[in-house]
């Protein structure tokens, strides 16, 4: 057995929101996993779900040998769902996606197939996944502990209580193995497998959509803060990092083979090694490398000028700060560690070097007053952001936050879509308010951005957006009616 088909789970279209947005990534860990098994031997197909329709469609690999998408003859008996744990959007552990694992699972079993499975959601609820049919569930970091669960597959060996990171039955009872520890040396792993994704599909949606292409790459794994809302399954709360010179020639790579024009670096945490920031940037510089990039990263940690004229000098466009509140007593509560000053002083020092901040906003986090919704309003409109991603707080398996409400959690314990938003506990309004409230934001924020355009009419004409201008006469009234709405939401 040394033929793999390997599948992530995210579905673009299962995910309305995002499929508007559309700015899709290659599934960037299941990649990683398809590169190490290929690197010891493994003949490995990739079964890209990005841009599939639906579930349903992997059955033509199973059942027809002259798909022109397929090696002709396959006869692959193993089948890996590995998604990407690099993507926040797979971490939200959504049941659509879950749903189509289940299908895609039957599918497989149907055939024949060993049938293993790596993900967050996986991780979170292996007996279900075991019970719709999977055999093994691997649980944490996947690359190691899927190589050696292939390997002894390969050769027929039936024991395996001794890899780590392992979940499955036997008979009726449910095996879960020791804890796998997390890599060390990133840079032993190889490079991803990205032959294996159809890298001009992505950049056809890229360009037809936003006139550019852009790309993920990622230098670290883990984060070691202890915000106690994020669920960490995958690669928990260590931090380890690539070498500056090792991510730096994957991005030649990468520009040298498909040209992107941008790179997002999906890390939790970018450059929180001290000089990282500085190496990377001093070789971008000696090799005249020129790209632009986006990061995430937290507001204490943006403090420092010399790392922002780094990131500046580097060619960083865009910095995605988890601001979450401009409450303090919300962020304290949520172990934030991080203080509402500091998201003020980062955003004015990513802008003196001309860095566009942008803020993720958090609301309904239990304890949440109107006094504490109208404080990260009125920081967001103070601050006024690049742009801006507006959630509500959403409890996952593992997190402190989740053991404090899952008394609330009954019939719905996941959305379905990135869209949901559905408040799942008690919170401190009804969950019509918080939907309004959601609306709301968006729209006061995007009148907000108008009305500064407007003014550049008269102090800098030649950098106005006019598109902002132009959509004030729907933002204007918009925010108003959903302000009145919210109010109403409020008395309920």
Not at 397 to 417: A, C, I, R
Request: charged share 25%; net charge neutral.
């Amino acid at each position: 057995m040394n033929e793999v088909l390997i599948a992530n789970t995210y579905f673009l279209h299962f995910d309305k929101k995002q499929l508007r947005q559309m700015q899709p990534y290659p599934p960037l860990g299941t990649l990683y996993a398809a590169a190490l098994l290929r690197e010891n031997g493994f003949h490995v197909k990739l079964f890209d779900t990005t841009f599939r329709k639906s579930a349903k469609e992997l059955s033509s690999h199973f059942t027809t040998s002259c798909h022109p998408e397929f090696i002709e003859g396959h006869n692959s008996k193993l089948f890996l769902i590995v998604d990407d744990g690099f993507n926040y959007l797979t971490k939200m552990c959504l049941t659509n996606m879950r749903e189509a694992a289940f299908e895609m699972i039957r599918m497989a079993k149907n055939a024949g197939c060993t049938v293993v499975v790596s993900s967050s959601d996986a991780t979170d609820h292996f007996k279900e996944y075991l019970n719709r049919g999977a055999d093994f569930i691997v649980k944490g970091e996947a690359e190691i502990t899927l190589l050696e669960l292939v390997k002894k597959l390969s050769i027929g060996e039936t024991e395996f209580n001794n890899v780590n990171g392992l979940s499955f039955k036997s008979g009726d009872e449910i095996v879960s193995t020791s804890k796998r520890e997390v890599m060390h040396d990133l840079d032993s792993l190889p490079l991803p497998a990205w032959d294996l994704a159809d890298i001009d599909l992505y950049r056809r949606n890229w360009k037809n959509h936003h006139g550019y292409f852009s790309i993920n790459m990622v230098t670290t794994r883990g984060c070691p803060f202890k915000c106690n809302w994020c669920a960490k399954p995958i690669y928990g709360n260590r931090y380890n990092n690539r070498s500056p010179q090792n991510v730096m020639d994957e991005i030649k790579m990468l520009l040298e083979k498909f040209q992107p024009d941008h790179f997002w670096f999906c890390d939790d945490i970018f450059g929180l090694k001290p000089g990282w920031i500085r190496e990377f940037s001093e070789i971008a510089e000696r090799e005249n490398l020129k790209f632009k990039f986006k990061i995430q990263c937290r507001a204490d940690l943006l403090l420092e000028e010399e790392n922002i004229s780094s990131l500046a000098a580097a060619g960083c466009d865009e910095v995605w700060i988890g601001a979450e509140s401009g409450a303090q007593k919300i962020l304290d509560a949520m172990d934030k560690g991080t203080k509402v000053e500091q998201i003020f002083e980062s955003t004015r020092l990513l802008k003196k070097h001309g860095i566009k901040p942008c803020f993720f906003l958090q609301f309904g986090y239990p304890g949440e007053t109107i006094e504490d919704i109208e404080a990260t309003k009125k920081m967001l409109l103070e601050l006024m952001p690049h742009d801006i991603g507006v959630s509500i707080s959403y409890p996952l398996p593992g997190t402190k936050f989740f053991e404090m409400v899952k008394e609330d959690l009954k019939t719905k314990t996941n959305w379905s879509d990135s869209d949901d938003l559905a408040m799942m506990y008690r919170g401190t309004y009804s969950p019509a308010f918080y939907k309004q409230l959601h609306r709301y934001i968006h729209k006061v924020y995007r009148r907000q951005q108008g009305l500064q355009s407007l003014k550049r009419i008269f102090t800098a004409p030649a950098n106005i957006q006019w598109r902002r201008i132009f959509t004030l006469p729907y933002f204007i009234p918009m925010s108003w009616w959903n302000y009145f709405t919210l109010k109403r939401s409020i008395a309920r």
